[in-house]
């Protein structure tokens, strides 16, 4: 049996005319009736946890999230039926990565979690709910499965849940991993894994408290944004220019930041390759790095982002094993 977790999304949407656009409008029980196959893959059980845009799950509604997930995990608090053999989520596109690194970092790999959503809504030609859905319901089924936690399935792709990352705003194959490889593809019936699971120690905050600004460098940046946000936040993601480089104009507000005993990761605004701290003039990435900022290693900035999130309110370093 896998436990179906539905939170909304484009793929619970279709379009309304009176509002002008595309809506939360299916449940669970309609998803299912969409894709009748479902049942001849596993046995399942629905939950209807929310029907929002991704865009809506704030830090608060996140971390409930994560708790639900765990408890199913974990077979507390799922009512009448044996403990799943995985979990599916159907989630909105615009932040399942976030969803699908905080699952990753702070849950052990007890079940498969497979998460999905879609790209168009089932009023629309080309609908790739159906598959997705089907898809990650046969990642969650699969003995082949076991040990490989939070992944998101899509378009016939799984990544591990560390790795994925939205990388185009429409395309249906929308996702990829700019710091990794797709771990395996559903050729149904079955999920073949090309990569092991890599080992991971998840760790255990007790909420996402902490406060993280993730602020992009521009052309001749002096620092002002990096000023005016660090009164409110815990610490600081900068996307930097290249392999990590940034104005001179900025490096005084890094700085403060540092002074402040806030720590500052080091993301690149390129969509691929590591930040790495090669140049030593002002502003450069070595120089940075021997400020005490720390390189945001083989995550994209908004990866690093959750990544700092979690540890400051787990209470340990960036990157923390």
Same mark, same amino acid.
């Given at each position: 049996?896998?436990?179906?977790?539905?939170?909304?999304?484009?793929?619970?949407?279709?379009?309304?005319?009176?509002?002008?656009?595309?809506?939360?409008?299916?449940?669970?029980?309609?998803?299912?009736?969409?894709?009748?196959?479902?049942?001849?893959?596993?046995?399942?059980?629905?939950?209807?946890?929310?029907?929002?845009?991704?865009?809506?799950?704030?830090?608060?509604?996140?971390?409930?999230?994560?708790?639900?997930?765990?408890?199913?995990?974990?077979?507390?608090?799922?009512?009448?039926?044996?403990?799943?053999?995985?979990?599916?989520?159907?989630?909105?596109?615009?932040? =399942?990565?976030?969803?699908?690194?905080?699952?990753?970092?702070?849950?052990?790999?007890?079940?498969?979690?497979?998460?999905?959503?879609?790209?168009?809504?089932?009023?629309?030609?080309?609908?790739?709910?159906?598959?997705?859905?089907?898809?990650?319901?046969?990642?969650?089924?699969?003995?082949?499965?076991?040990?490989?936690?939070?992944?998101?399935?899509?378009?016939?792709?799984?990544?591990?849940?560390?790795?994925?990352?939205?990388?185009?705003? =429409?395309?249906?194959?929308?996702?990829?991993?700019?710091?990794?490889?797709?771990?395996? @593809?559903?050729?149904?019936?079955?999920?073949?894994?090309?990569?092991?699971?890599?080992?991971?120690?998840?760790?255990?905050?007790?909420?996402?408290?902490?406060?993280?600004?993730?602020?992009?460098?521009?052309?001749?940046?002096?620092?002002?944004?990096?000023?005016?946000?660090?009164? =409110?936040?815990?610490?600081?993601?900068?996307?930097?220019?290249?392999?990590?480089?940034?104005?001179?104009?900025?490096?005084?507000?890094?700085? @403060?930041?540092?002074?402040?005993?806030?720590?500052?990761?080091?993301?690149?605004?390129?969509?691929?390759?590591?930040?790495?701290?090669?140049?030593?003039?002002?502003?450069?990435?070595?120089?940075?790095?021997?400020?005490?900022?720390?390189?945001?290693?083989?995550?994209?900035?908004?990866?690093?982002?959750?990544?700092?999130?979690?540890?400051?309110?787990?209470?340990?370093?960036?990157?923390?094993?």
């Amino acid at each position: 049996m896998i436990h179906l977790l539905f939170t909304g999304g484009t793929i619970s949407m279709q379009r309304d005319a009176v509002a002008g656009g595309n809506v939360p409008t299916h449940g669970g029980e309609a998803l299912v009736a969409f894709a009748p196959e479902l049942d001849r893959i596993a046995p399942f059980r629905i939950e209807n946890w929310a029907r929002v845009p991704a865009c809506h799950l704030g830090p608060d509604r996140l971390w409930a999230l994560r708790e639900r997930v765990r408890e199913i995990a974990e077979g507390t608090r799922i009512g009448p039926g044996e403990r799943p053999r995985g979990i599916v989520i159907t989630h909105g596109t615009d932040t =399942m990565e976030e969803t699908a690194y905080l699952l990753a970092r702070t849950l052990e790999p007890v079940l498969p979690i497979a998460i999905t959503g879609a790209m168009r809504t089932a009023d629309e030609d080309g609908w790739d709910g159906r598959q997705n859905l089907l898809d990650a319901a046969t990642v969650a089924a699969s003995t082949a499965s076991s040990g490989r936690g939070a992944m998101v399935v899509f378009a016939g792709k799984v990544f591990a849940g560390s790795e994925a990352v939205k990388v185009d705003t =429409m395309r249906l194959a929308a996702f990829d991993a700019p710091h990794g490889a797709p771990v395996g @593809r559903v050729r149904a019936p079955e999920v073949c894994y090309e990569l092991p699971a890599a080992p991971s120690v998840a760790l255990r905050p007790a909420g996402l408290t902490a406060r993280v600004a993730q602020i992009p460098m521009v052309v001749g940046d002096c620092g002002e944004l990096l000023d005016l946000a660090r009164p =409110m936040h815990d610490g600081l993601v900068v996307v930097a220019f290249g392999s990590g480089n940034i104005p001179p104009g900025a490096v005084g507000a890094v700085q @403060r930041w540092l002074d402040d005993g806030k720590p500052v990761v080091l993301a690149s605004r390129c969509p691929t390759g590591l930040v790495t701290p090669a140049y030593a003039f002002e502003g450069g990435g070595a120089k940075l790095v021997a400020m005490g900022v720390r390189p945001a290693g083989p995550r994209t900035a908004s990866q690093a982002r959750m990544e700092l999130t979690i540890a400051l309110s787990a209470g340990v370093e960036y990157g923390a094993a």
